[in-house]
């Protein structure tokens, strides 16, 4: 099974502060992606990557910057974070089939 | 992009009969179906998948069907047990590149 990890795996963060989520995989797995979860909500995609130095818009960038500086790592960057940014982030690899999950990182922005 | 609608959204079952859980989308260009369980406070995990060529697949208790003409595909699951209580995610992939469009999931409660 895929290997994806992240740190941290929390986080409490202040209002206007910058946030640097890392996720690393091993699967040598050309896609890459960055999931928030709200409670009880399904998964929203905030940038994804199919290659090294590349990045894309998901379905909800805005106040997100990605960076994905090799095939094994992608972060997710928040410069101003805001209150309405706190839930869990999940990263995940893929080839052309299903994606695996990192184990997530529940920030709280305060 | 894509639409996922996955129906319903809580569904409580006794042990030992089954479950089901349906999605349906858009796009008939989309060509891959996976099936993800989140347990509380854990990730998601990939179940079981379909890919467009197939109407049936079934891992163990796990059963998929897709009916690309309606499209529709679901998640059976049988002889249920309460491990299997969880959340359930349904997702599609449109034809082109690697995005999933995920419904927003089903929570299955399984009583003893």
């Known amino acids: 099974e895929a290997a994806v990890t992240q740190s941290p795996r929390s986080k409490v963060a202040v209002t206007g502060g910058k946030v640097t989520l890392s996720c690393h995989q091993t699967?040598?797995?050309?896609?890459m992606y960055w999931y928030r979860q709200d409670t009880g909500h399904g998964l929203r995609l905030i940038h994804y990557?199919?290659?090294?130095?590349?990045?894309e818009k998901g379905d909800i960038p805005d106040g997100y910057k990605a960076s994905r500086p090799s095939q094994e790592n992608f972060s997710l960057i928040l410069e101003l974070a805001s209150l309405s940014q706190t839930a869990v982030y999940f990263c995940?690899?893929?080839?052309?089939?299903?994606?695996?999950f990192g184990p997530g990182t529940r920030l709280t922005v305060l | 992009g894509e639409q996922v609608e996955q129906l319903p959204s809580i569904l409580r079952v006794q042990e030992g009969s089954s479950a089901s859980i349906n999605c349906s989308y858009e796009?008939?260009?989309?060509?891959?179906f996976p099936w993800y369980k989140q347990e509380p406070g854990e990730n998601p995990k990939l179940i079981i998948d379909?890919?467009?060529?197939?109407e049936r697949k079934q891992i163990q208790e796990l059963i998929v069907l897709l009916d690309k003409k309606a499209k529709r595909f679901s998640l059976h699951i049988t002889d249920t047990q309460p491990g299997d209580s969880a959340m359930y995610f349904c997702?599609?992939?449109?034809?082109?590149?690697?995005?999933?469009?995920f419904g927003k999931g089903a929570k299955l409660t399984v009583s003893p």
């Open positions: 995940a690899s893929s080839d052309r089939g299903g994606q695996y």
């Open positions: 699967n040598n797995h050309d896609y």
């Open positions: 990557s199919y290659v090294a130095d590349s990045t």
């Open positions: 796009d008939s260009a989309s060509n891959y």
């Open positions: 379909i890919r467009s060529n197939m």
């Open positions: 997702a599609a992939r449109q034809g082109t590149g690697s995005k999933l469009s």
